[in-house]
């Protein structure tokens, strides 16, 4: 092989390799650029940064087992096991044997076919209590920093609480001991809470943009095809094509720890 053939066989091959990075790049733009043309952004003026999340449940009274208490409701005497009434004093409501559901309420009980938040309507999984004072009544909203998959839940704000006050969301998970285990699960500090009105949703926004919202590198989402990676430049997150993956770590344009997701 002559000499000018061998230059042109590496010209050939360094050509080919800057082709393929740039492939695998391109696709971020695009994804970038899609996602600012056709939906709404996570942008500082519509998600904050330091809530303090709390959880709620309906207690189920089959899962008690103390001593039995009367109590007196509307004139008629009913007997209930004492650390069954004193959760329901804690979270609100709970479930009875009989199907009815015991409320309690500015210091006495009450019974009900269905469980109610402060405004009077049906208490169902995805309502939060918030501060109206913060989060007007009936507000959408995300809070993309909670474990999967209250992250990716649509809440809709329309319950208050006497103890929910300032940068304070409190969620109902449901009913039973699985409901008890996800109250506590969700329960932190510094969490991000995003207006719906901003987003549509995490995994249609821009890996940056998330990133730069408060959401944690491990929780950033990437479109389908995609794979996170961290960049070396500013050790911020990109999103790329899985088979340049390699290629981009030998040019020192990623860490070799990439996050799987």
């Not at 002559?2 to 391109?26: A, D, H, N, Q, R």
């Not at 409320?103 to 995805?126: A, H, Q, T």
Request: overall charge negative; proline content about 5%; hydrophobic content about 35%.
């Amino acid at each position: 092989m002559s000499g000018i053939e061998l230059y042109l066989m590496k010209l050939f091959i360094v050509m080919f390799i800057v082709l393929l990075v740039s492939i695998s790049i391109i696709p971020i733009s695009a994804q970038n650029q899609t996602s600012n043309e056709n939906t709404p952004q996570i942008r500082d003026s519509f998600c904050t940064k330091d809530w303090y999340v709390t959880g709620y449940f309906l207690p189920v009274e089959s899962n008690y087992r103390t001593k039995t208490s009367p109590i007196i409701i509307d004139g008629r005497s009913y007997n209930f096991q004492i650390d069954f009434l004193d959760e329901v004093k804690i979270q609100g409501w709970g479930k009875t044997n009989s199907g009815d559901y015991l409320g309690w309420d500015d210091g006495r009980f009450y019974l009900n076919d269905i469980p109610l938040d402060s405004m009077g309507e049906k208490l169902i999984v995805g309502s939060i209590a918030v501060d109206p004072k913060i989060i007007e009544h009936g507000k959408k909203i995300t809070i993309p920093t909670l474990p999967y998959p209250w992250n990716e839940i649509i809440f809709n704000s329309n319950d208050i609480g006497p103890a929910i006050i300032g940068k304070h969301i409190d969620v109902y998970t449901g009913e039973g001991l699985s409901a008890r285990e996800e109250a506590f699960r969700i329960t932190g500090y510094n969490n991000s809470v995003c207006s719906i009105t901003a987003i549509k949703s995490i995994k249609e926004v821009p890996p940056l943009k998330q990133f730069r919202s408060g959401i944690s590198l491990e929780k950033i989402h990437c479109s389908e095809g995609f794979k996170l990676i961290i960049k070396d430049e500013g050790n911020s997150p990109a999103c790329v094509k899985p088979f340049t993956i390699q290629k981009l770590i030998e040019r020192g344009w990623a860490h070799d720890n990439i996050i799987k997701n």
